[in-house]
């Protein structure tokens, strides 16, 4: 078989004129047509989704520029909201947003974590582990409003009472400092952990399945028992992956509005009880804004943003993290 | 340790360097019969090699030996391991205990992702070691052969080293614990002849100390390293394969003058 160098060579490096008999022929030209419509289509998908989350960005700042000239930092500081006498500080929703997530992140983490250990670790047989976890991601389908409903009918009234105890027995403790009379932070904290329960579940069972064979073999290979194994071996190997979880959690509490709408309370104070009607961001945007003015919009674009930027700064530090624990580590 | 392993201690008098003796009937998993009469005896301060041609069951052989494949659904053992004069199947043995005694080194380097000084002080944390630790990691080190090249970067990770070099820490943070058998299950069959060539020189070092088994499929490495062969083949009948021990003896005898064909046929290369 005989190999000539194209004429065309000088254009087409590599392009050899291979008898036609040969198996061996360079791609078609339809099938080089395929495969660069899809990396044209793959390239445009990427720039589409830039280009909204910027476009969203800018909006949400140039809508928010009045809010910021009129009202400055002291909107950061500032703790009375009365749209009547245009005063808007949104310190105590700042204040409730950061709260209620973190505990939400603590209990949700706490039961997500665990779950996700449970699921993974060889402590059901496989089937029953993979009907739990379907329940589990079941709970991420329900819709938002009809957690809320749940949490008025069901979560208030049953730990009133147990709240009531707590505040008589332990006042003295900030946390326990006032009674529950009806939304608070502590049911919008639990509802939410639930919420974010699965997304923190399934992030972390992927992790640990990720950990390879061979390095669960290698903790039971040096003689760890079952929890050994789990707790010094598959846990840490696994940690960025989980912390990941957590973050994406933290993400999704700080934005959830419609349960907390129902369940925080709306009321704008400043308090370390846990049993104290408070407000959040998302909360306070979603109530407002159906009776907004041209002024309000512009505070209220004002408060979209700084929660953006607290989402944010999450999501940064997160990765930040994540990258500070895998630094040195090639593989 | 004896105490911890077992109550009815019988002590094997007659042979006194025997430290396994491992009378493999039957190994099943699930319905599949995958080794079938064979048995094994491993003698203190040498190397016993394992070969066979691919599916004869030889590391499933060592592996049954710490009990790693309790880890596997469906593992069935029939017969005895007899561990310095207990029997490690015995009624009511952890097998998180035998494992203990018996270090296991893999084929796939499997550091964990921990500092190279971590990895190897697992053991000694997992067995609630009061000494220096610093002391035994540095000795481990040592004795693996790899303290040299690691001793200004302990706190790096494990993961970081070349693959040569992660092998030989999981050989460290086996033998930290000194336990009594190191089972190496072709421990060189990831990684290049230049490495391969510095784990065989560390394991013909560390008979020293310690007794090994290892499984090999590279009859080269057997005759470099190993004191005594064991020859397995895999009977393929019924659409079934069952490993089975076909020959043991001193390597020597096995590769000089074997005693039956199916040796004689493997080691010359006459073997499909």
Request: glycine share 8%; hydrophobic share 50%; aromatic share 10%.
């Amino acid at each position: 078989m005989t190999y000539k160098i194209k004429r065309d060579a000088m254009e087409k490096p590599f392009a050899l004129d291979v008898d036609t008999d040969s198996i061996c022929q360079p791609p078609s030209s339809s099938t080089l047509l395929i495969d660069r419509t899809f990396r044209m289509f793959a390239r445009l998908g990427v720039f589409v989704v830039l280009a909204l989350v910027v476009a969203l960005v800018l909006e949400i700042g140039v809508k928010a520029i009045p809010g910021i000239q009129k009202y400055g930092l002291d909107m950061l500081t500032g703790t009375v909201w009365d749209v009547g006498q245009q005063q808007f500080g949104i310190l105590p929703a700042i204040w409730g947003t950061l709260y209620s997530s973190l505990i939400a992140l603590l209990i949700g983490g706490f039961f997500g974590i665990s779950m996700a250990i449970f699921l993974t670790q060889d402590f059901l047989p496989a089937r029953l582990a993979a009907v739990f976890r379907t329940i589990v991601e079941l709970l991420a389908a329900i819709p938002s409003v009809v957690y809320g409903l749940w949490g008025i009918f069901v979560v208030i009234p049953f730990i009133r009472p147990l709240t009531d105890v707590l505040n008589e027995s332990f006042g003295w403790i900030p946390f326990f400092s006032s009674t529950l009379s009806g939304p608070g932070l502590l049911p919008a904290a639990l509802v939410l952990a639930i919420m974010i329960l699965p997304t923190i579940a399934a992030v972390s069972q992927d992790a640990l399945r990720s950990v390879p064979l061979k390095t669960k073999q290698a903790a039971y290979g040096m003689g760890a028992t079952h929890w050994e194994a789990i707790l010094k071996v598959m846990v840490p190997t696994a940690a960025t992956g989980i912390f990941g979880s957590l973050v994406l959690g933290l993400g999704r509490a700080l934005g959830e509005t419609m349960a907390l709408a129902m369940l925080v309370g709306n009321s704008n104070q400043i308090s370390l009880s846990l049993f104290a009607p408070a407000n959040t961001l998302a909360a306070l945007l979603a109530l407002n804004f159906p009776e907004a003015g041209p002024n309000e919009i512009g505070v209220l674009m004002y408060a979209a943003l700084v929660l953006m930027v607290i989402t944010l700064m999450v999501n940064i530090l997160g990765s930040m993290m994540i990258m500070y624990a895998q630094r040195g580590v090639k593989a | 340790m004896s105490s911890t392993m077992q109550q009815q201690a019988t002590p094997d008098i007659q042979s006194a360097t025997l430290v396994m003796d491992c009378k493999l009937d039957k190994i099943f998993y699930g319905n599949f019969l995958a080794v079938r009469d064979s048995h094994v005896p491993i003698e203190k301060n040498k190397i016993t090699g394992f070969i066979g041609p691919s599916g004869c069951g030889k590391s499933t052989v060592l592996r049954s030996l710490n009990r790693m494949n309790d880890l596997v659904e469906g593992f069935r053992f029939d017969g005895y391991v007899q561990f310095l004069g207990q029997d490690v199947y015995g009624k009511g043995v952890d097998p998180v205990v035998v494992r203990r005694y018996i270090g296991m080194v893999f084929q796939q380097p499997n550091p964990f992702s921990m500092s190279i000084f971590d990895n190897v002080a697992f053991g000694l944390r997992l067995n609630r070691y009061k000494g220096d630790i610093g002391d035994r990691v540095k000795q481990a080190l040592q004795g693996a052969a790899l303290w040299d090249e690691v001793k200004d970067k302990l706190k790096v990770s494990g993961l970081a080293l070349s693959g040569g070099q992660q092998q030989r820490l999981c050989i460290a943070r086996a033998i930290a614990t000194q336990p009594q058998v190191l089972l190496m299950d072709e421990p060189c069959s990831a990684l290049d002849p230049i490495a391969t060539r510095r784990v065989e020189e560390l394991m013909v070092e560390l008979k020293k100390d310690y007794t090994i088994a290892l499984v090999t499929h590279n009859m080269q490495q057997a005759t470099r390293v190993a004191d005594t062969t064991a020859f397995f083949s895999v009977d393929i009948s019924e659409g079934s394969r069952t490993g089975y021990l076909v020959e043991f003896g001193p390597t020597y005898q096995i590769f000089e003058n074997p005693r039956e064909k199916l040796t004689k046929d493997y080691i010359s290369g006459q073997f499909s």
